[in-house]
């Protein structure tokens, strides 16, 4: 066996017991167990502590500004301050063209790019049902026309009888006409009766004398007589009882007539009448109204399957293709459910520029751009918008918009642009300063003076905010849009927001909220 073989491991003795082996092994398993655990979740705590420690903290909405920076008095308005590139898109933003109506799309008539003018066809829809609700419409409509016609026809039957109630006076003069006969009947009784009386006696005379002949005279002339006799007493006992039946039907008759007569005065059945037929008019013209109104409301529907451009544009994109259904503007429809196409004004673009975060103070509201792509050989004139808030970590860039002055008919969205930024136009230029050095403007409305001397409140990255003590510099002051600028010779730097206004309540440290960038510069 060689040396160098030998394993010198098997020559050591092992000392330690099991149990203290067993205890070491228990210490090193609760270490990892319970203790190890225990340190990560207190580290955990700690750091949820103290960054939700801001969001608990109330804090003030506050609108911020850039420091201004001007590139020295020998730098004349027009110069190139820097470059970016960026990419045109309409503003402020495309339009999106809705079906206003649910179905499904027949046709589409434009294509991408293609300039329509307002009131111009887009897209048609499958209008079979729209159709078939107008003319079911029309027909309810017709019907309901009828309706009213009847109404009315009733109203002025009803308003006739009330101002011409003959249906009532023909029974009165009747019944006045009955009282005035059975009146005249009753005061001929006595006549009558008398006349009755004379009669009974006459025949009773005739009759004694036929009898007192015997048999001079025949049994059938006697008999006659007889008869004769017996039928005036009948008569007169008839006219005896007619007197009391007369009475009561001369009250019966005076009762009718006076009836009648508060009948005709009274019209309780003719008003009411009136008035109901006066109601069913306005019913009917109400219901005549709503057919009338569900007509247009279904002519509207069948206008609406024909999608036409809200305003003079260009069709930016389809979105929409034909077959495909549109869910119109229901409450269940989704966002872009029914959205046909998107368009925008040409004559309103924008870009979109990718500034770099070094280059940022040099963007002034208002500030020329000259904007350059491979689809016009000219460059075109734009203005310094604002600077949005979204910015690429990727790139460290910050995107600004920059409006386009007189947009040329070749360019389009999305096309890829070079946009310079040129030094903006100032009423006052600065005096003696060195050349080539940037040069720190604030508002002047901004810096504020105590004991301690001049000062402005700025915004740190923790969202604070700061109180920064400043020296004026010795150039003069500018005016950048109205707005008078003075210079900062120490205490600010290129990059610092200042707070624009200060609200009252704010105190050095305080947390704020910036609800955007104070507009008040270059915005005309």
Not at 89 to 113: C, K, N
Not at 244 to 250: K, W
Not at 277 to 292: K, L, M, P, Y
Not at 369 to 394: C, Y
Request: proline fraction near 4%.
């Amino acid at each position: 066996m060689n040396q160098s073989e030998i394993d010198l491991s098997r020559l050591a003795v092992d000392r330690t017991t099991p149990e203290a082996n067993s205890a070491r092994r228990d210490t090193r398993h609760r270490i990892s167990r319970y203790a190890l655990p225990c340190v990560v979740l207190i580290g955990f705590v700690a750091m949820l502590l103290a960054t939700s420690h801001q969001l608990l903290v109330q804090r003030i909405v506050v609108t911020t500004i850039p420091v201004l920076v001007k590139r020295g008095a020998v730098q004349q308005s027009g110069t190139v301050l820097f470059q970016a590139a960026g990419w045109i898109e309409p503003r402020p933003t495309s339009v999106s063209v809705p079906s206003l109506a649910s179905g499904v799309i027949e046709e589409l008539m434009v294509i991408e790019g293609q300039l329509v003018s307002q009131g111009d066809s887009i897209a048609k829809l499958i209008d079979v049902d729209a159709r078939n609700a107008v003319d079911q419409a029309q027909a309810k409509l017709a019907l309901r026309d009828a309706e009213l016609k009847r109404a009315h026809a009733e109203q002025i039957a009803a308003e006739a009888r009330l101002n011409h109630p003959l249906h009532l006076q023909t029974p009165l003069a009747e019944a006045e006409s009955k009282l005035a006969a059975v009146l005249t009947e009753k005061a001929k009784l006595p006549y009558l009766i008398r006349a009755a009386d004379a009669n009974v006696q006459y025949t009773l005379s005739s009759l004694e004398g036929k009898r007192s002949a015997k048999d001079a005279i025949a049994d059938v002339v006697i008999r006659q007589a007889q008869r004769d006799h017996l039928a005036a007493i009948a008569s007169r006992e008839e006219l005896s009882t007619r007197k009391a039946s007369l009475a009561r039907e001369v009250d019966a008759l005076n009762a009718r007539v006076k009836t009648l007569s508060e009948q005709l005065d009274l019209l309780i059945e003719e008003k009411r009448r009136a008035e109901e037929t006066r109601a069913n008019v306005d019913s009917a013209i109400a219901i005549r109204d709503e057919a009338e109104l569900q007509l247009r409301q279904a002519k509207l529907m069948l206008a609406r399957t024909v999608i036409r451009a809200p305003f003079r544009g260009r069709i930016l994109r389809l979105l929409s293709l034909p077959g495909m259904r549109v869910a119109g503007l229901g409450q269940s429809s989704g966002q872009h459910s029914s959205t046909i196409v998107e368009m925008y004004d040409p004559t309103r673009l924008q870009v979109r520029a990718d500034v770099r975060l070094e280059d940022v103070p040099h963007v002034i509201p208002g500030a020329p751009v000259e904007i350059k792509t491979a689809s016009h050989g000219k460059s075109i004139r734009g203005k310094v918008l604002q600077s949005t808030s979204a910015a690429n970590v990727q790139k460290n860039t910050l995107e600004t918009k920059v409006e386009i002055l007189d947009p040329p008919e070749t360019v389009r969205p999305e096309m890829l642009v070079q946009a310079m930024f040129l030094a903006p136009e100032l009423d006052d230029e600065a005096g003696d300063v060195e050349d080539k050095q940037e040069l720190l403007y604030v508002p002047r409305s901004l810096v504020e003076t105590d004991d301690q001397g001049d000062f402005v409140w700025t915004v740190d990255a923790q969202n604070r905010a700061v109180r920064k003590a400043i020296h004026k510099g010795l150039t003069s002051e500018i005016t950048v849009s109205g707005v008078r600028l003075i210079s900062i010779s120490e205490g600010l730097n290129k990059t610092d927001k200042l707070i624009s206004p200060r609200p009252s309540n704010l105190s050095s440290g305080d947390f704020v909220v910036v609800r955007g960038e104070d507009p008040t510069i270059g915005v005309k």
